[in-house]
């Protein structure tokens, strides 16, 4: 927890009060750190967060292009599709159970890389990785880089206030993030280019691969509809990128409790099943949190887990060499209760003597 606590570069209003309690910044605030954290000019280590946000800039127009020259109920059910389902679902096989929990492990660096490629490239490893374990160590408790008790502004521009890693992290400390993202296949930085960069990935190496994943994956879809189609769901990406901002508040119950009795189960935070993200991306969340390095969440009947479903394809086809599955565990403690029989207590009788 001490690393944990300490790896996140902390913003200017700080994570607690001076009696401990969760500092709830105003909007202004939050608005003034954002755009201070977004100045390359002023400093050079705020480049990654100025990047993620330079990339959902760069898909503006195309939304654009959607919406006054292609617009159709053709291309806006490729966009459902694309930006709903499809960035949803991979967002969570990617960044979620695999980057950050390993619930599964792939045969070899070829399947790796195609999981990773699979959409257009939007949400940098580094931010989403190392700030969602500190989420998991803090659920809703000050420290939480999108504590919903904080408010939606908060959460919705915590990739840039509250995600990105400290700027002064110790040599042995920059060390334990390498080991957390080692598996990504994510090329990081040297201690000594972390120093200048203020990042694990380097920047030429990050800007290559966002240009190289755009312009194949614009390829592919004109190839198969055209300027319509690959404007449409370039679009689809931007809105989801925007959209995916807001899940962590929503998935935290707005801050308040939320949770119901036979649906969420994990009581140790606020954070709840949603049917919609758990149908079109398997984020069943609270099932997520009670079994965080779990492959599947979706443990009942209707929890349908489409991340679930191609982590099992992968597998069934050898390009996953192995996995964790924990909803027996979940069916057994939660659901199929075994009822406990309490022999009863036949008294004895005491015969005395004279």
């Not at 980057?99 to 070829?110: E, S, V």
């Not at 380097?202 to 691969?209: E, F, G, M, R, S």
């Not at 099992?312 to 390009?319: P, Q, S, T, Y």
């Amino acid at each position: 927890m001490a690393f944990l606590n300490e790896v996140l570069q902390p913003p200017s209003y700080g994570w607690t009060d001076e009696s401990g309690d969760l500092v709830r910044p105003s909007k202004q605030q939050i608005l003034t750190e954002f755009f201070s954290r977004l100045n390359i000019f002023r400093d050079r280590k705020n480049w990654l967060p100025f990047f993620s946000w330079f990339k959902i800039l760069c898909l503006v127009p195309f939304v654009i292009l959607f919406l006054v020259k292609f617009f159709s109920v053709y291309t806006l059910l490729a966009v459902f599709v694309y930006g709903m389902i499809v960035m949803g679902t991979h967002g969570t096989v990617w960044h979620h159970r695999y980057c950050t929990h390993g619930a599964y492990k792939f045969k070899n660096r070829f399947w790796r890389f195609i999981t990773q490629q699979l959409t257009l490239n939007i949400i940098p490893e580094e931010i989403y990785v190392i700030s969602h374990h500190v989420h998991h160590a803090c659920s809703d408790q000050p420290g939480d880089p999108y504590n919903a008790q904080a408010g939606f502004w908060y959460c919705f521009l915590a990739d840039v206030n509250h995600q990105p890693i400290a700027k002064d992290l110790s040599e042995a400390d920059y060390g334990r993030v390498q080991k957390l993202m080692a598996h990504t296949g994510v090329k990081g930085n040297t201690y000594k280019q972390y120093q200048y960069w203020g990042s694990y990935v380097n920047p030429v190496h990050a800007t290559t691969v966002w240009l190289l994943n755009w312009a194949f994956w614009y390829g592919i879809f004109y190839l198969l509809g055209g300027h319509a189609l690959a404007c449409s769901l370039f679009a689809a990406a931007g809105i989801w990128a925007v959209g995916v901002r807001t899940f962590n508040y929503d998935g935290h119950g707005h801050g308040k409790d939320k949770q119901r009795e036979g649906v969420d189960y994990n009581t140790k935070d606020k954070s709840i099943n949603q049917v919609w993200p758990g149908l079109v991306a398997g984020e069943w969340h609270n099932n997520h949190h009670l079994y965080p390095k779990s492959a599947r969440s979706g443990f009942k009947k209707y929890q349908f887990d489409m991340a679930w479903q191609y982590i099992r394809f992968m597998h069934r086809i050898g390009a996953v060499s192995s996995y964790r599955d924990d909803k027996r565990s979940f069916l057994d403690k939660y659901i199929n209760i075994k009822p406990v029989v309490i022999a009863a207590v036949v008294p004895v009788p005491v015969h005395e003597t004279t």
